[in-house]
């Protein structure tokens, strides 16, 4: 009874953070982009993030022994707190400082995406997590539907850049909320040695598809909803028409959430997931064709759809491989510091390429992201293809060991 309060808490501070998130992350993309005009500054400041992160993720797992697991993830949104603060006090300053800025952020995304994922493996199990990620994605969704059109809003009635500062104000009251509501959650201490390269260099053929899974999922998000925002903005000239438009994405988001928490189960994954790679790959070919508003409202719809279908049971897989090789639970934050060194090469890479991409070939630099972006699902699938994992979490019982 206790783990599922606790796990009902996580779920709001969740859901606080994603209201927070969705309502000023991609503008704060936006903001930057309509300072400086142009991709270049807007991906220096992306790549400081992301070449952050996983610097924070390792010492996490040192940090993690010297304060709880919560404590970890409070200083997560506290420095997302601080990260928005630091760009209402700059104002058109940030331009200046977007490498520290970006090093900010990545200081707040390791501590907060660490603790979170710590903690979902603390309060699931693998007969709850798909339940647990499509309600989280539904709830997700549902800030999504109201967040963007009302910051859209904001930011067009109160003209030049006072709605940003008004909505990046509004974040950080939300983020101070969250971690008032943290406050009541509860994490063991860990006292065993700290390693991580076996779980790098590894044998487990389940597990080294996870890594490379999350590489591909990595790659993808580096570049995907920042472009497509940005697209639609500098194709409408309207942050108001992006924030209306995102209310059909998140309803078509909501509606496959919905569904997949009803019908996701562990032996669907893989044929879930090659689904949601045909989808982006068609949504994706769309604007090969041409980029314009009405394509762009297509690829919206369809990404969605694709996204849940992948994201979901790849997030549930990951965690049922570490518990059904931690069933104890003893390394799960070694898991996930390994975890993420994938990820970070994912972004890094993939936002290496946009920059050479987008200098070298202004005319097509674009398109040719958009299609490397669609082949990434497809490498998701195949990275976790016939690796089974037994509903339990539990090792499946082989030939041998019969």
């Known amino acids: 009874m206790e783990k599922k309060i606790r796990l009902n808490r996580l779920i709001g501070i969740t859901v606080l953070f994603t209201v927070a998130i969705v309502l000023s992350d991609v503008f704060v993309n936006i903001y930057i982009w309509r300072l400086k005009n142009n991709y270049a500054s807007l991906s220096l400041y992306m790549l400081a ?27 997560g949104i506290i420095f997302y707190t601080a990260f928005y603060l630091c760009v209402l006090l700059l104002n058109q300053k940030v331009t200046d400082y977007l490498i520290l800025l970006g090093a900010l952020k990545g200081l707040a995304m390791g501590f907060y995406w660490f603790g979170y994922h710590v903690l979902t493996f603390d309060y699931t199990s693998p007969e709850n997590r798909d339940k647990f990620y499509s309600i989280t994605s539904v709830a997700s969704g549902v800030t999504s539907l109201l967040a963007p059109p009302i ?94 438009a995102t209310i059909l994405f998140s309803a078509v988001s909501i509606t496959t959430a919905y569904l997949l928490g009803k019908i996701s189960k562990p032996s669907q994954r ?34 969605p759809i694709g996204d849940n279908l992948i994201r979901i049971p790849i997030s549930a897989y990951s965690m049922d491989v570490i518990s059904e090789n931690d069933p104890e639970g003893k390394r799960k934050m070694e898991y996930l510091v390994a975890r993420d060194l994938p990820i970070a090469a994912g972004r890094i890479l993939m936002m290496l390429l946009f920059m050479f991409l987008i200098r070298h070939m ?40 019969a």
């Open 151 to 244: 910051a859209g809003f904001m930011i067009v009635k109160l003209g030049g850049y006072n709605g940003y500062y008004f909505i990046f104000a509004a974040s950080s009251l939300l983020f101070i909320s969250a971690i008032i509501m943290s406050s009541s959650l509860r994490s063991e201490p860990v006292d065993h040695p700290y390693k991580i390269s076996d779980l790098i260099f590894t044998r487990d053929k389940r597990w080294r598809g996870v890594l490379i899974a999350y590489f591909f999922l990595a790659a993808r998000d580096a570049i995907t909803m920042f472009l497509f925002a940005i697209l639609l903005v500098k194709v409408t000239d309207s942050e108001f028409t992006f924030g209306r």
């Open 270 to 303: 893989e044929n879930l997931i090659l689904y949601g790679a045909v989808i982006q790959f068609a949504a994706s070919l769309i604007l090969l064709i041409k980029i314009d508003f009405v394509f762009l409202i297509i690829q919206g719809l369809l990404f």
């Open 362 to 401: 202004p005319a097509y630099g674009i398109k040719a992201v958009i299609f490397v972006i669609s082949l990434a699902p497809f490498g998701i699938w195949l990275a976790i293809k016939s690796k089974k994992v037994s509903p339990s979490g539990q090792p499946p019982i082989t030939a041998s060991e």
């Open 49 to 75: 993030t992301y070449a952050v992160v996983p610097f924070i993720f390792y010492a996490n797992g040192f940090i993690a022994r010297k304060l709880d697991r919560v404590s970890v993830y409070r200083i």
